[in-house]
């Protein structure tokens, strides 16, 4: 029977609770705006820095994959060290790695900066979750994960436009100070909200099965990463990177069944609302950051938009994160699996549109997509958070956190890099097949309609006809990778159905 505290709503969260948080809110906020704002100001750190485009790639390249490295060590790190320590330790080494990040002289420096912001601020999130968890009673966690989810969904939005602002009035090394104010005030908070989270537990660290995960992890995303770049394996490196990470796959697989303390317990996966919600998390980090990555691009360099009005309209995502706020918690009560559902539906619906478009894309369609696509995702999100750790036993709780935020993490990256792979791509053979149609022997290029500036007959008209066939190519480039953004979404809305409805006891 649920007690009164339970069964009061919002209205019976007390004040340690609000503290609780409102600390893991800025911390996760803090999170995902390093997470978008490192790209907006790269190019600018290129040219300071005297750094070629392989070379500042690796500022982004090495930050996720310190972050995927970092996140399934969360639960064993949260064992050792209790949960305050740990979400102390967290704050801190993130907050000072982006100072370090701000001050950094040389292109070293600040990739091993951006290395250990990673790494620090890897269990952040699967560790507010997992406290959220432990600290609300199961009728106020639809709630409290709705607003986890909008902190976690928001900071992704807000670091552009905060970022674009900043970079303008100052450099880009203002970007990464502006971190630091917020990261000392969750500093505090953390002091203070979890003091009674100090409990400590000797577990032992499975090094073959955590080494085998990292270079697994490693691999596959300087795959991805570095793959069109390299030629595929045509190069050794790629050759290499491949043969590595299968291997250790391989013997983390059969580690993990034979240990008697396998690094990640497969028990977990027995768990079938745990199993399918680690999947849909994957999935959902997958549709979680792409449009993020590619629509600055598009709007730049496609129709000449400057940063701060790109920032401003793609804040609209933030504008759906917070209406779904107002109705996840009840709904994800009532009607998970429908929740779901719903929030796929309207990703997919967004994606399809942004694929419908042509070069003349609209402000109009930026703003309504952003807005139906950070809908979908805040509505998604929370059900399918409460509904995967809704049957799993509390002991588990902080390892499946970790489990489920390196899915989600490693979902993001992957397909982030895939999109970017089908963009360059689709712009390279697109703009080979156009190359093919002008010649001075088609008619179409004769007719009145035909601009005077774009000849055959002058360098400068050559350049002219080949800028506007780069667009239109680059166009068709960033409709094939929403295509796929689109297709990603709609797969996963079956796997609503399989999850269960059965709830934990509180």
Same mark, same amino acid.
């Given at each position: 029977m649920e007690s009164t505290a339970d069964q009061g709503g919002l209205r019976s969260i007390t004040g340690k609770q609000w503290l609780i948080l409102l600390?893991? &809110?800025?911390?996760?906020?803090? =999170?995902g705006m390093t997470i978008t704002v490192a790209n907006l100001v790269l190019p &600018? #750190?290129?040219? %300071?820095?005297?750094?070629t485009q392989d070379e500042i790639s690796w500022v982004i390249t090495l930050n996720l994959v310190a972050t995927a490295v970092a996140t399934p060590m969360t639960g064993w790190l949260a064992s050792r060290l209790g949960w305050r320590n740990m979400m102390l330790y967290t704050v801190i080494g993130f907050t000072l790695s982006s100072f370090l990040c701000g001050i950094a002289n040389n292109l070293e420096t600040l990739i091993l900066a951006r290395v250990a912001q990673g790494a620090f601020g890897a269990p952040i999130m699967p560790m507010g979750q997992a406290i959220l968890l432990a600290t609300f009673p199961v009728r106020l966690q639809p709630a409290a994960m709705a607003m986890w989810g909008v902190g976690s969904? =928001?900071?992704?939005?807000? $670091?552009?436009?905060?970022?674009? @602002?900043?970079?303008?009035?100052?450099?880009?090394?203002?970007?990464?100070?502006?971190?630091?104010p917020p990261g000392i005030c969750a500093v505090v908070c953390v002091w203070f909200a979890l003091r009674d989270y100090t409990e400590k537990k000797s577990v032992k660290l499975d090094w073959t $099965?955590?080494?085998a995960l990292s270079i697994a992890i490693v691999c596959a995303q300087l795959i991805f990463d570095r793959g069109q770049k390299l030629d595929w394996f045509e190069s050794m490196e790629m050759v290499l990177y491949a043969s590595g990470g299968v291997?250790? @796959?391989?013997? =983390?697989? #059969?580690?993990?069944?034979t240990a008697k303390e396998p690094f990640l317990d497969p028990r977990l996966l027995r768990d079938r609302n745990f199993a399918i919600g680690t999947l849909l998390a994957f999935i959902m980090g997958m549709l979680s950051y792409v449009s993020l990555v590619l629509m600055p691009t598009l709007l730049h360099d496609l129709r000449g938009y400057p940063d701060e009005s790109i920032g401003i309209l793609i804040a609209s995502r933030g504008c759906g994160n917070w209406i779904a706020f107002l109705f996840v918690a009840k709904m994800t009560r009532i009607a998970p699996r429908f929740t779901i559902a719903l929030g796929l539906t309207l990703q997919a619906a967004s994606a399809f549109w942004l694929a419908t478009v042509n070069i003349n894309i609209t402000e109009h369609d930026v703003i309504w997509t952003n807005l139906l696509h950070g809908l979908g995702q805040s509505t998604a999100f929370t059900p399918i958070t409460v509904m995967a750790f809704t049957t799993l036993p509390k002991h588990q709780i902080a390892e499946g956190s970790g489990v489920f935020t390196l899915m989600r993490n490693f979902g993001s990256s992957l397909f982030i890099s895939m999109c970017v792979l089908v963009l360059i791509r689709s712009t390279t053979i697109s703009y080979a097949e156009l190359a093919e149609l002008i010649t001075p022997y088609r008619e179409a290029l004769m007719l009145s309609a035909w601009p005077t500036t774009w000849t055959l007959d002058s360098t400068q008209g050559l350049m002219r006809i080949s800028g506007e066939m780069q667009r239109q190519a680059a166009m068709v480039g960033y409709i094939n990778a929403f295509y796929m953004l689109a297709l990603a979404s709609a797969?996963?809305?079956?796997?609503?159905? @399989?999850?269960? %409805?059965?709830?934990?006891?509180?």
């Open positions: 600390m893991i &809110q800025l911390a996760n906020m803090l =999170f &600018q #750190v290129r040219g %300071t820095l005297s750094a969904v =928001f900071g992704p939005v807000l $670091g552009p436009i905060l970022g674009s @602002l900043v970079a303008e009035a100052f450099n880009w090394r203002a970007v990464f100070f502006m971190i630091v $099965g955590f080494l291997l250790a @796959l391989w013997i =983390f697989a #059969v580690h993990c069944l797969v996963a809305i079956p796997l609503s159905a @399989l999850m269960s %409805t059965k709830r934990r006891e509180a």
